[in-house]
């Protein structure tokens, strides 16, 4: 049977381990708390019981396996999520440059007046402004002048760091019954992401 101690010994079981205590501790305290990102679309394939996985099979799994199959599609939409919000900030941030955004209002953080130096909080100006419409429609006209041909006010970067969302998902919900929790406790988790990072860790280990 699955032994998450026996797997500490070769592919950073133990950190998982510590990290599912940990979660499992939090789950109840930060149900009602923490954002929670929605699960992938699509079902996962028809994984056999892997709660039931020897050391050796989770190995072969993450070496030939669904789980280096869904730890080689999160390597890719990793890549591709951080190379497109480089390339697409690389047109957008000049257009922002123009614009002198300010906080409509205090808020916790926040002054009202204060400039709005990263896009990502153009929120804080209101989006009734029409600077906020304006910059949005510059925006639309970048990302097709760019080649992107996907939804109307959609941003490709924002696309990209989605699917990679998705790719987390997957390996989560392949993973999360092999240590003894589900899915929705490790994604309320505070520790949700270092659950997938020592996941990859362990298929580049198995590879």
């Not at 050391?55 to 072969?60: H, L, N, P, T, Y």
């Not at 922002?96 to 009202?112: E, I, L, N, Q, S």
């Given at each position: 049977m699955f032994n998450a101690?026996?797997?500490?010994?070769?592919?950073?079981?133990?950190?998982?381990?510590?990290?599912?205590?940990?979660?499992?501790?939090?789950?109840?305290?930060?149900?009602?708390?923490?954002?929670?990102?929605?699960?992938g679309a699509g079902a996962l394939p028809n994984l056999g019981g892997t709660e039931n996985m020897t050391v050796d099979q989770f190995k072969a799994e993450m070496r030939t396996g669904t789980g280096a199959r869904l730890a080689v599609q999160l390597f890719i939409a990793m890549a591709f999520a951080k190379a497109e919000?480089?390339?697409?900030?690389?047109?957008?941030?000049?257009?922002?440059?123009?614009?002198?955004?300010?906080?409509?209002?205090?808020?916790?953080?926040?002054?009202?007046?204060?400039?709005?130096?990263?896009?990502?909080?153009?929120?804080?100006?209101?989006?009734e402004n029409e600077a906020v419409t304006a910059f949005y429609a510059e925006c639309d006209a970048a990302h097709r002048?760019?080649?992107?041909?996907?939804?109307?006010?959609?941003?490709?970067?924002?696309?990209?760091?989605?699917?990679?969302?998705?790719?987390?998902?997957?390996?989560?919900?392949?993973?999360?019954?092999?240590?003894?929790?589900s899915f929705d406790t490790v994604n309320c988790s505070t520790l949700r992401r270092e659950f997938v990072e020592n996941l990859l860790c362990a298929a580049a280990k198995s590879l």
């Amino acid at each position: 049977m699955f032994n998450a101690r026996s797997l500490a010994l070769s592919l950073n079981g133990d950190a998982i381990n510590k990290s599912t205590k940990n979660m499992s501790n939090q789950h109840k305290k930060h149900r009602r708390e923490q954002p929670r990102l929605s699960p992938g679309a699509g079902a996962l394939p028809n994984l056999g019981g892997t709660e039931n996985m020897t050391v050796d099979q989770f190995k072969a799994e993450m070496r030939t396996g669904t789980g280096a199959r869904l730890a080689v599609q999160l390597f890719i939409a990793m890549a591709f999520a951080k190379a497109e919000k480089e390339r697409v900030d690389a047109y957008i941030m000049p257009i922002f440059a123009k614009y002198d955004f300010r906080v409509a209002k205090d808020m916790p953080g926040h002054t009202a007046g204060e400039k709005i130096t990263n896009p990502e909080l153009i929120y804080l100006a209101g989006l009734e402004n029409e600077a906020v419409t304006a910059f949005y429609a510059e925006c639309d006209a970048a990302h097709r002048a760019h080649g992107w041909r996907g939804a109307e006010g959609a941003c490709p970067a924002l696309v990209a760091a989605r699917d990679q969302i998705k790719a987390e998902n997957n390996l989560i919900k392949w993973a999360a019954p092999l240590f003894g929790v589900s899915f929705d406790t490790v994604n309320c988790s505070t520790l949700r992401r270092e659950f997938v990072e020592n996941l990859l860790c362990a298929a580049a280990k198995s590879l």
